[in-house]
């Protein structure tokens, strides 16, 4: 009988119709050393936070090494990380400290850049009536709203926090929050009339 | 106001968000992330290999002191007196009787 070598095609748990592992799990496997554990948790939450960030941070580059250095924070507590909460939680409170005290240091609470683009008033009905228009312009007037409501709404847009969870990460009472929110979208829909 | 409208406002704007970090910046972090752990794992063994080298270097150095100490005259000790010119006059027990015989009274002729 002639044996026949045949390479080993890895396949993951979503090809084998397995659910995806959750954060918690991704966690647990990368501090015990799984690299391809953190990558995974990476692209799971890279966009909406890298999102967060730069809409908090005026400049780009202070955005990016803010993004850099919460995700570094990450990599150094794997050992230490405890899954009392979502891990979604953990991310953002570390990301809040960080532009916290980016801003601080900035002592700068100007909007953030507005997209090019976002506002075209000359445009025609038609096309303020297409979602993504109308979304970018959306983008741009949350540039507009004060810090403080710029992000409870960007942590409830983006990292999808119950308004429990963002009274943890911004360390304000819930009915703060609750308020910020009705603010901001009370903003928000005001700008979205104004485009109607 | 009602939660629909706030959902609406949260769909639109998702609809739109769609910025990404740069590829560069996913290179940094996931690089330096596999970094740390294969720091991690290596820490250790680091650890054990330095310790092993010192302990080697402690068993084959030579031994370098003080030379050791003369016993010491119990004699002495119970006296007082210092070691060095009565330590040689109680060694010889002939000088310490010649000694004796001068300190009497008439014997130092």
Not at chain 1, 115 to 131: F, G, M, T, V
Request: one cysteine or more.
């Amino acid at each position: 009988m002639e044996l026949v070598w045949v390479p080993m095609q890895v396949v993951g748990p979503q090809e084998h119709g397995l659910p995806a592992p959750d954060d918690a799990a991704l966690m647990a496997r990368f501090a015990s050393g799984d690299t391809s554990a953190f990558e995974q948790l990476y692209r799971r939450h890279r966009a909406p936070l890298y999102r967060y960030i730069v809409r908090l941070t005026p400049h780009r580059a202070d955005a990016d090494e803010a993004f850099q250095d919460v995700w570094m924070a990450v990599v150094r507590g794997c050992g230490h990380y405890q899954p009392s909460a979502r891990f979604v939680t953990y991310l953002y409170a570390i990301a809040h400290r960080r532009v916290a005290d980016q801003v601080r240091r900035n002592k700068r609470l100007s909007e953030v850049q507005i997209p090019e683009n976002a506002i075209d008033r000359q445009a025609s009905p038609q096309a303020l009536a297409e979602s993504a228009v109308l979304g970018t312009a959306l983008q741009a007037a949350v540039g507009q709203l004060p810090l403080a409501q710029r992000e409870t709404f960007l942590l409830r847009a983006e990292g999808d926090l119950s308004l429990q969870e963002i009274a943890v990460v911004t360390g304000a009472p819930y009915e703060t929050v609750k308020s910020r929110l009705k603010y901001a979208n009370q903003f928000l829909r005001e700008k979205l009339g104004s485009w109607k | 106001m009602t939660p629909d409208d706030d959902n609406d406002i949260l769909k639109s704007y998702r609809s739109a968000a769609n910025e990404a970090p740069p590829a560069a910046i996913d290179h940094q972090i996931l690089s330096a992330a596999s970094a740390f752990r294969a720091r991690q794992r290596q820490f250790p063994l680091l650890l054990g290999l330095a310790a092993g080298l010192l302990i080697a270097l402690y068993a084959t150095l030579p031994k370098f002191g003080p030379a050791p100490a003369e016993p010491r005259d119990p004699r002495l000790a119970q006296a007082g007196l210092s070691e060095g010119r009565a330590a040689q006059f109680l060694s010889n027990p002939e000088q310490m009787q010649q000694s004796a015989f001068r300190q009497m009274p008439g014997g130092a002729n």
